[in-house]
């Protein structure tokens, strides 16, 4: 009892300290402030001691060094959006939420940079961009409500890999707040930096377990001059796949994205498209192409054409921007909309050569007959991208199965070379765990994300992610 | 004395320990090898004690074991080429030399990837991926004899980065020999890898002071349909600058590389290259268009028209491969050239906002007038990129000035947001010494590279360097 009350009280100290550096406006412990950042998982709910919300560098500074001196770990977050798996449930938290963190800082056009702060939204950081005729290359996969922040900071996003690599290739500079709250900047604002260490690529994909990032600097790109986008349905996923390796390999187009979805993303998507589908659609692909007017047409008219060959039941194709972002919203709706048909699926992002996606994909369907259970498979399949959902509907048992079947496939991944968020070899985790010491030597940047002190946590609070 | 004949006895010992574990024809400690692998530097020579030469991953790890153990640095070596300024003459050392390690491991053309040993040479490798129609951006900059291990470990390389990206782009996986002698995977061979930290790019970039890179993957590109070179001479720099700008910021011309070179490298290169150059020309511009045919064409011709407003006083234009190659060798000649007019000059590469190239240089040809020292300057300004080199022809006095020249360069370059080699701030410093140590505790991994122990050393062998 007085062990409690004693932890009341150094909750209230904590509190009242963090209110008198920052400002008691930006700082919230009130029960609605606490259970909207609350998380679900199998362990139950975990509700934050406080929820900040800093405006600036110089406030999520004095932030760190206050949790650091009292051992507080601290979890980010961005504009709202969904904690990924890595989240932890743990009993003693701080949420930081970068929401308000949401200027662009400095456009330079002629340099071809921006500048911004983490929670800038993605279609917000586009819109501006525009101005100036350029383009930041991680449209069009992006949620509008995602920030730059999240994209970074787990170097996901971009579903124009294809053409224009990943986020990381983007990321010019990074200011940076240290877990004992120094403010550091990586990198330089140079398309050629030479400088010692890359630290700021490192902190790309470090989902802020190493330090809360507060500046971004981005690569920009001239706007192309024409973009164009087709959707194509297919009776079985062979004549998908066989059409992905004809546009892949034997042509060379020069494509910005190619999306792959089977049948029950397909039903799960159809009720909310503007798409007319036909019902023994068994495979569908998104596929987007940019460049100038005559080679867009050019390419276009062949994809169409490879399509026909490998027995399209039904393509569509957009010239204008109102008619793409109809067939490019089919993409965008896959992973809410499969939310929709299930609380509850297995989730996992897998990467293999791109070859070999079609040997996965064929494993996981003969596992998906094997188990009875039901898959829904979608992803960037020309970069060789699957993201691998099994739907657990009917409980216990089924969730059993279907981590089961998750296993299966990651082995089957790495024997052919591919990755996984949960697959890291032991030498790495060692190294990482290093890695993460060295930066945040008492562990209160995001515990649980990446890997982590409770992996044990993480797991559960990943495999059955409410989404 | 007799510590002396104690250390021979060391010496010998690590010798044979060396032999027993790899095979004697690997190891070297005549007088001739090591003489070949001496470092020339102000502080005198100095010879390594012994060469070694492995073949396989295996033997770079027993290597790697048994020098830890002793205590002894080593310095890692590609297929030859000349040391770089950060190699360091120390005591006793060990020279590690790749040469030999130049296998192309495997060729995926289907996932545009490719699996090489340090020791391959850029032209080995384009020659191999050509066969299947692909390429590897680094080329058309660089040297025949210049090894893939070499531009990772320095991020270098690459002058086609304007278009392609920089070399760190193009690293997939990397197999690795920590200093202890053990054999890490980093990165995987798959275009999107979502796995932890990125220990890959981490490794990129970093000069082997962490670990001997053994194997490399990297991604390729399709062979662009068409490529194209355009050399165009202006009387003044000021023209050549416009020109660049037209280019790139008002008509967003798909460039491969733009390459700008001054009186200096004019002259130095005019004796070498079988292009006639007219006397009075003070700038010059290499241009490398790629793309597929209708592009290139309309390109080239569009760049032709702007050389021409902004006055130029020649412009040469290449289609074909073999008048492409001597138009492009006068970019490749500059530096070997310079060197022929002078063995000592001092070298500087910036890297700046593409905007601030005209204020920087401005910057330099005044001090260089102030000071009355010849300057040298060339580099890819498309991207940035600065290659600033001071002409010291005679003696002590001249060294002084120009190295008050570079010092004021360089706060200019660090104050306008650029990076030089020699500019890192100290908690960079600190964080990366942090970082060397985690994976180097003993700091046996190229001492002098990138920062080190003994970074005055370093300095005045790199402001000295012979070339």
Known sequence: MELQDQNKKGDKDLFEELCSAIGREFVFDNIEERERYSFNGVNGESMPDVVITPHSTEQVSKILSIVNRHNIPICTRGAGAILSGGALPIESYIVLDLKNMNRIVELNARDLTVTVEPGVCIKNLQDEVAKSRLFYTSEPGILDSTTIGGIVSKCTGGMTG????????????????????S?????????????????????????????????????????????????????DIDSALKTTDSILVHNHLSL??????????????????????????????????????????????????????????????????EDRNILLDIGKLISPSLSKIT???????????????????????????????????????????INLNVICKNGETVEVSARNLVSQILKDVVSIGGTAKTVLQPHEVEMMKGLKKMFDPKGIMNPGRLFGNSSAHRKDAKYAKEI
């Open 162 to 181: 294809l053409k224009y690599g990943v986020t990381r290739d983007y990321v010019l500079a990074l200011e940076i707040v240290l877990p004992d709250g």
């Open 343 to 385: 609380s509850m699926r297995l989730n996992e992002e897998l990467s293999v050569p791109r070859s070999k996606v079609g040997g996965v994909l064929k494993n996981v369907y003969e596992l998906s007959k094997a188990y009875s259970l039901q898959v829904a498979v979608f992803g960037q399949i020309g970069e060789g991208h």
């Open 183 to 235: 403010v550091i900047n990586a990198g330089r604002k140079t398309l050629k930096s030479v400088a010692g260490y890359d630290l700021a690529r490192f902190f790309v994909g470090s989902e802020e377990t190493l330090g809360v990032l507060t500046k971004i600097t981005l690569k920009l790109l001239p706007m192309p001059e024409k973009a164009c986008t087709i959707v194509t349905l297919f009776k």
């Open 256 to 321: 910005r994205s190619l999306e792959f979805a089977d049948k029950t993303c397909i039903d799960a998507v159809s009720d909310f498209s503007e798409m007319e589908i036909p019902a023994e659609a068994e495979a569908l692909l998104v596929i987007d192409v940019d460049g100038n007017e005559k080679n867009v047409a050019k390419d276009i008219s062949r994809i169409d054409t490879l399509c026909k060959e490998n027995g399209a039941l039904k393509t569509s194709i957009a010239h204008t921007d």
